[in-house]
């Protein structure tokens, strides 16, 4: 009988603890559809809603993953809200990625918007008449207790050779991110 009425607390303290995770969607837009090779290509990554502070989010770590032997990272450019989150290329990496972490574990409001812009150049010397590449965007969310949310969303792009005619040019389906 005692291990049943402990296997009943264990459960209701597993059952207590446990903080269901606020949906939330993440954007990844581009600034065009095609593009020529060599031209350059915007990419906005934007939040849909406001995570408010009560959910208690100590960390968000965003990782934009790209091809670097087709696409060369220019710059970015964090928004109001982001100024103060840590933010780097790593090509080596094969990504762009941008955080931030609360030191002292207190958690901080995460503003709707958009979040950040990066700018990349295709290749000039790209072998097909079209190439069709993908940024994938992959978001990890941690709170207080430790819970951890991951997101992810893409955006195509294609990329012709300067004497294909891009207004004929079809677009891929795209999937939705989950």
Do not use: W
């Not at 446990?18 to 939330?24: F, N, R, S, T, Y």
């Amino acid at each position: 009988m005692k291990k049943f009425f402990s296997l009943i607390l264990v459960m209701l303290l597993i059952c207590t603890n446990h903080v269901e995770a606020h949906a939330v969607a993440f954007e990844v837009n581009t600034d065009a559809d095609v593009i020529r090779a060599g031209e350059q290509v915007s990419v906005t990554i934007k939040l849909d809603k406001t995570i408010p502070e009560g959910d208690e989010i100590t960390t968000v770590q965003g990782e934009l993953y790209y091809n670097p032997s087709v696409l060369t990272y220019v710059s970015h450019e964090m928004e109001k809200d982001y100024k103060h989150f840590m933010s780097m290329n790593r090509e080596e990496k094969e990504r762009f990625q941008f955080s931030k972490t609360s030191m002292d574990n207190s958690p901080f409001e995460v503003p709707k918007g958009e979040m950040v812009t990066v700018v990349f150049e295709s290749a000039k010397d790209i072998s097909e008449p079209e190439l069709t590449e993908t940024f994938k965007l992959k978001m990890k969310m941690s709170t207080v207790k430790a819970e951890i949310t991951e997101v992810s969303a893409d955006a195509l792009i294609v990329i012709c050779q300067e004497q294909v005619d891009i207004s004929k040019v079809e677009l891929p389906e795209q999937t939705e991110g989950t």
